[in-house]
């Protein structure tokens, strides 16, 4: 099961930050939190991952809360090739299965 | 090959037959995932291997579904005696598995069951 919640769906407007939250509030010690996207049509890409400091990439920010019960993916300027569905996922470190919940749909608005 | 490569991207199946996905992960990947991914609907997990150790089968739908994975490299997806529910999308993913690494999705084979 997974043990992220997500908001079903965003809006954000073309060329804004799009802040995508996610709570994991049953995070062990051991697990880091993943992002995917998954654009229509195509197979899931990952974006970013942390365990407890916040993270930055030529793609996007995370934003790991202190208490790591929660997280924000950041897209600094988002673009109308956002659009797609986010997956937030904590997983374990190595060998462990990648379970994907329903995800975030992004909309882009130009 | 520079990505994870499936194949066919396309299969049209008649109910009652047997049928085989290929998945080609990233060179020197120990980790290789399936999933399903019915219209509409987010990503099931099906079958994990890694490296040598025994395959997490936990995701298989039902008997009628089993995977391989030959010399820690190719992977094949059956679906025996296949249904119509059993159309979807199957998506392949590879990651190196030392550490903490991003895992690779392939662009899938759309299975239709008519």
């Known amino acids: 099961d997974a043990k992220t919640t997500q908001p079903t769906s965003m809006d954000c407007a073309e060329g804004r930050a799009a802040n995508l939250p996610c709570n994991h509030s049953?995070?062990?010690?051991?697990?880091?939190v993943y992002w995917y996207r998954q654009i229509h049509s195509q197979g899931p890409q990952y974006i970013i991952h942390?365990?407890?400091n916040n993270e930055t990439n030529e793609m996007a920010s995370l934003i790991i809360t202190e208490d790591r019960k929660s997280s924000t993916l950041i897209l600094p300027h988002a673009t109308l090739r956002d659009t797609a569905v986010y997956y937030c996922?904590?997983?374990?470190?190595?060998?462990?299965?990648?379970?994907f919940g329903k995800g975030t749909r992004l909309h882009i608005l130009p | 090959g520079a990505g994870v490569s499936q194949s066919p991207s396309n299969k049209v199946t008649e109910k009652g037959k047997d049928v085989e996905l290929r998945c080609d992960p990233i060179?020197?990947?120990?980790?290789l995932y399936w999933y399903r991914q019915s219209l509409g609907q987010g990503l099931e997990f099906l079958i994990y291997?890694?490296?040598?150790?025994?395959?997490?089968k936990s995701g298989l739908p039902s008997d009628r579904f089993s995977a391989e994975r030959t010399g820690g490299s190719v992977s094949t997806l059956t679906i025996q005696r296949t249904q119509q529910e059993d159309s979807a999308v199957y998506l392949c993913?590879?990651?190196?598995?030392?550490?903490?690494?991003?895992?690779?999705f392939g662009q899938g084979t759309r299975l239709t069951v008519v």
């Open positions: 996922i904590v997983r374990a470190n190595r060998d462990d299965k990648i379970i």
């Open positions: 060179s020197g990947h120990t980790a």
């Open positions: 942390g365990l407890k």
């Open positions: 049953t995070i062990s010690g051991n697990e880091y």
């Open positions: 993913a590879s990651s190196l598995s030392a550490g903490n690494t991003e895992a690779f």
């Open positions: 291997f890694q490296g040598n150790s025994a395959p997490d």
